[in-house]
């Protein structure tokens, strides 16, 4: 059994379907638009085969939760791009892109190299080995 996608809504879908393309390698679907409810979205798959669908529609409510002070619920994706020099690569590429790092790259208590940003949206994205 596997995951096989998971779902984020946002009020801006080109931008973060941009964001995950160029960061993080994703390939998009064509959009599909529903016309009879204003819904849209896109796939991304990455190359583990692993998707994301974005979706957006005009009545789905801004996000109320705060990416530094966490809550209950989902709390991250993670990406393993394998190697400490890819963590640390990437985490300057996505600072150099004005994209806010809540996490330095570190090594955490159980072992993990890992840092933490944030997608446009403020959901946060770790990037591991």
Known sequence: ??????????????????????????????????????????????????????MQMASIPAARHDPIEQGQGL???????GSREKVDQLTERLREGGYRIVGEPRTTGDGYYESVALDP???????TI
């Open 1 to 54: 059994m596997k995951i096989e996608h998971v779902a984020i809504w946002t009020q801006d879908l080109e931008r973060l379907k941009g964001f995950y393309i160029e960061f993080f390698g994703g390939q998009a679907s064509d959009k599909y638009v529903n016309p009879d409810t204003g819904f849209e979205s896109y796939f991304v798959t990455f190359t583990s085969g692993a998707r994301l669908e974005l």
């Open 75 to 81: 709390t991250h994706l993670a990406f393993s791009v």
């Open 121 to 127: 949206d403020g959901n946060r994205v770790e990037i």
